[in-house]
């Protein structure tokens, strides 16, 4: 079965908002436990098809499998077995750290000695053990990246999706940050990613690049630079995604 | 002065790209007008009474009648002692009771005087109020009645009062409660408009960020706020018209005073709230704070405080205090002596002044409050 | 406008908001017709200090000016002379591209007519959408006809905080060729952004952290100026590479730079660096690594800064 090895599976997913197609019949697959760097330009359809997956909007047509659950009729099913993380939001400025995680932790029914012994755990591993009275807002940037990731995965989701996580983030940070995505990936989760920065690309198992509401390559980030000739990834964007404007 | 019709031409476009809001700030007077005239009308219909009647002679007979008659009173029963019009009071069998002294009729002969006692529930102090007046105003305009059915010849120089004048329903003779909605709902509409209008169009700017960029040109800031108000002024003066005309027309309220004074005291009014406006402004951050200071802080003491719904002489004396300071109970008891009482503009002077000095006092405030800069 | 003034100075400005310390005594100068570039991530203090010197906020110390006058006297004479473009959408949504454009316009008392030709290259492309709502155009559209706004009565400064922040690389580097071609048109132009990569396209940068600048060179300069010696590692278990790099003793700091790992050699090390590090990766069993010595890109520059 293909449920079984794949977090997510797409087959000519389609969403039209009235006559404007934003996402154009794109069929891939993303395998348990990879890391799937997902770009395009802004306007391509990321964003949609991002939000269908994450069972926020019904496709127009064509079919969506995330963890196991069909994301036009399942959809409070897909939602409560992915964790999602964005760099607008990710944690209540005003609450203490350990609030953010009890809160969340919550929202999606863990016990409470659950949440209790994973919030310590995580924290340690952070080393923000700490910090854990601190409120969000009196945190530097790069540790806020971390907690919010930590609270998308509090609930060992099977898949997580990060919408630009990094952005922002200073150099250092960003790095740390990817090490805590590979600490994940290891742990089995599935890291669905997005983001503007080319380097990161990198780092992915493999990556699509969309333009126009289409996927216009699909692949691990050596194979792409093979196939069109380039020597990173930031050139086959350019190809990919320049051409079109 | 040519970037100040700039801003104000900018302005327009704002609000009459919004065409929900401008549909909302053009029909909402007529929406309170009609609510307000019809729906909560506290008119006084059917009011029960009961009698404790200690003479039983003519004149009480005839005074009881007289009530009875009426299309706002109907007669319950007669009772005989004290507690029992308590009791009834008490368990709201009746809203009044009318109480007669001994030998009522003569001590009308002798002295020309006697008492009526109106005993009415208080706890609802628009209602007690209502009876009062309409039972009064009855007693009164029977009174050359009584005085034939008593025997008593009055001396030419001292005519007797039987029952003391009530003032308010020398002004509002069929008692129609939309008069005194009238003036409240012109206070209510023209300080939304003005006040909360204005300052969440400033702080849009501050949100949207716009606000940064023009602080960091040439225009005086003075300039962009001063050019907000201008738009609101004239959307506050069309439902000024639409009020008045309104209540003339369709409620059947005359404007027995001076249109012109009239008019004058609504501008003043609306420059009070213009002000009121851009003080708010210069405080609030975020839109939903600009209508969260301008409701609770203004609205709510304008609807509650200002005597458009409850009499300011019957609010507990810290309240009445607090009262004093609210710009709209000053334009709702000018709008009362100008509109329906038909007082000349002598008799509101210390309203306007009063106004006029808030105006002055929150303008200068809310100038030197503006901002040069970011903080 | 003056020509023999500088275009920025900022003398040891610091600002603190309560307890909270935004800048800590920055000082740079740039010069007429340059692109320079504020380079830090979220945090660092380029929007504070943007706003001291478009004339927004107060320093609390030190003193700054732009063309020669006091961001604090003489404010009114600034705000005549910049541009600036804030680093969030700062249009009016309810008005077309065209309103808008004319609405800028008139606040600064010009007419687009005259300065058309600034913005020519940018517009040209709104044009289509001349009457359509700001609020109703993309992402890539409203910076062009922000950027139009901010330009339209020709300053003698162009301010942009973080033009950039957001959007997609194909855009981003649209963005920075308008730049250059106002550059060319002669405006000094001051722009901050968190993309470190972008700092290759402007003329001097200065690096940012935490409210403090870390230094202010051209970015040949700043990598010149970079004394670690810097490898590129790469092989197939990547992951096992970086976490063997760090245990080794002469290698300061070891990072991810996408498709390869850079290893910081501290300069005390006399030895062949290369040679070493294969040696050493070889020793812990990772076989078939390349290892080769690199130039420091700017992002090394900033991340070996930003250590110390």
């Known amino acids: 079965m293909k449920e079984t090895t794949h977090a997510i599976i797409t087959e000519n997913l389609t969403k039209k908002f009235g006559d404007f197609t934003a996402v154009d019949n794109i069929s891939f697959d993303v395998k348990r436990g990879e890391i799937f760097g997902f770009l395009g330009a802004n306007g391509a359809g990321k964003t949609t098809a991002m939000k269908m997956l994450c069972g926020l909007l019904k496709p127009t047509s064509g079919m969506g499998m995330v963890a196991g659950y069909d994301i036009s009729k399942n959809s409070e099913k897909v939602k409560k077995s992915i964790g999602y993380m964005s760099q607008r939001f990710s944690l209540y400025q005003d609450l203490k750290v350990w609030e953010n995680f009890r809160l969340f932790g919550g929202i999606y029914g863990l016990k409470d000695n659950e949440i209790a012994s994973r919030t310590d755990e995580m924290l340690k591993n952070l080393g923000f053990y700490d910090e854990r009275e601190t409120l969000v807002q009196s945190l530097p940037a790069g540790w806020k990246q971390k907690l919010a990731f930590s609270v998308a995965i509090l609930h060992k989701p099977s898949i997580v999706f990060l919408d630009e996580p990094t952005g922002g983030v200073d150099p250092a940070a960003r790095r740390q940050f990817w090490e805590l995505i590979y600490a994940a990936a290891e742990s089995g989760i599935t890291v669905f990613v997005t983001t503007h920065y080319m380097d990161e690309a990198e780092y992915c198992d493999r990556v699509s690049i969309m333009s126009e509401g289409k996927i216009a390559a699909l692949d691990s980030p050596e194979n792409l630079k093979q196939k069109f000739g380039c020597t990173t990834v930031e050139e086959v964007f350019h190809k990919l995604a320049g051409g079109v404007l | ?375 | 406008m003056s020509s023999e003034h500088k275009p920025v100075v900022a003398e040891n400005i610091s600002k603190t908001f309560g307890q909270v310390t935004a800048l800590q005594n920055i000082s740079f100068e740039t010069e007429r017709g340059e692109m320079f570039g504020v380079i830090g991530p979220d945090g660092a203090g380029k929007t504070t200090l943007f706003r001291i010197l478009t004339t927004l906020l107060v320093q609390t110390s030190g003193s700054a000016f732009v063309d020669g006058y006091d961001v604090k006297g003489d404010f009114r004479k600034i705000r005549k002379i910049i541009g600036y473009m804030p680093g969030r959408f700062s249009l009016y949504g309810d008005l077309s591209v065209e309103e808008n454009l004319n609405f800028f316009a008139s606040i600064f008392k010009v007419n687009p007519k005259d300065n058309y030709y600034l913005i020519k290259d940018i517009f040209h492309q709104l044009e289509p959408f001349r009457n359509r709502k700001a609020s109703a155009l993309s992402g890539g559209m409203k910076q062009k006809l922000a950027l139009s706004c901010a330009l339209i009565h020709k300053p003698s400064v162009l301010f942009l905080d973080e033009p950039t922040t957001g959007v997609d690389p194909v855009s981003r580097r649209e963005f920075w060729q308008m730049l250059d071609r106002l550059k060319a048109i002669g405006i000094t132009i001051i722009v901050s952004t968190a993309y470190m990569d972008e700092a290759l396209l402007c003329d001097r940068i200065a690096l940012m952290k935490n409210g403090i600048l870390l230094g202010v060179n051209s970015p040949a300069g700043m990598v010149a100026s970079y004394n670690n010696r810097l490898l590129a590692v790469k092989g197939d278990d990547m992951h096992s590479i970086l976490k063997v790099l760090r245990d080794i003793k002469v290698v300061k700091s070891a990072y991810s730079f996408g498709h390869e790992h850079h290893a910081a050699i501290s300069p005390d090390f006399g030895g062949d660096a290369v040679e070493k590090i294969s040696q050493e990766l070889t020793a812990r069993g990772l076989n078939d690594t390349l290892v080769k010595s690199i130039k420091p890109s700017v992002e090394d520059c900033y991340m070996e800064l930003s250590a110390n």
């Not at chain 2, 008593?150 to 004048?165: D, N, R, V």
Request: overall charge neutral; proline content about 4%.
């Open chain 2, 1 to 375: 002065m040519k970037q100040f019709w700039v801003f104000v031409k900018k302005e327009f476009m704002h609000i009459f790209r919004d065409t929900r809001t401008v549909m909302i700030l053009l029909l909402m007077p007529v929406v309170q007008i009609i609510l307000f005239g019809f729906a909560l009308s506290n008119e006084i219909k059917d009011v029960k009474f009961a009698v404790l009647d200690h003479s039983k002679d003519a004149v009480t007979t005839f005074i009881t009648e007289r009530i009875s008659q009426s299309e706002y009173f109907i007669f319950a029963r007669d009772i005989s002692t004290e507690e029992e019009a308590d009791y009834l009071i008490k368990s709201s069998q009746v809203s009044l009771v009318v109480v007669y002294d001994n030998n009522f009729r003569e001590n009308l002969v002798r002295d020309g005087k006697s008492q009526i006692s109106l005993v009415v529930d208080g706890s609802d102090p628009n209602t007690a109020s209502g009876v009062l007046r309409y039972a009064n105003s009855i007693i009164a305009s029977s009174n050359e009645h009584i005085l034939r059915l008593s025997g008593f010849t009055p001396l030419s120089a001292e005519k007797p009062t039987f029952i003391e004048p009530v003032v308010e329903l020398l002004y509002n003779p069929q008692m129609k409660s939309a008069y005194n909605f009238v003036p409240g709902v012109m206070g209510l509409i023209l300080m939304l408009i003005c006040a909360m209008m204005t300052s969440v169009s400033i702080v849009r700017e501050k949100e949207i960020g716009t606000m940064e960029v023009l602080l960091a040109s040439p225009v005086r800031p003075v300039i962009v706020i001063l050019a907000k108000t201008v738009p609101y002024f004239i959307l506050s003066v069309i439902n000024l018209a639409t009020i008045l005309l309104l209540s003339v027309f369709v409620l059947g309220v005359p404007i027995t005073g001076s249109i012109y004074w009239l008019v004058l005291a609504s501008f003043i009014f609306i420059f009070v709230s213009l002000s009121t406006g851009l003080l708010i402004s210069s405080f609030a951050s975020t839109q939903v704070a600009a209508m969260l200071i301008s409701g609770l802080v203004f609205m709510m003491p304008v609807m509650l405080l200002s005597g458009m719904i409850y009499p300011v002489s019957n609010m507990p004396y810290l309240l009445q205090v607090v009262a004093q300071f609210i710009p709209a109970k000053w334009f709702i008891e000018a709008v009362r002596k100008l509109m329906i009482q038909g007082l000349p503009v002598t008799s509101v002077l210390k309203e306007l002044f009063i106004m006029t000095s808030m105006a002055a006092a929150f303008t200068v405030l809310s100038i030197r409050s503006f901002k040069q800069r970011l903080e």
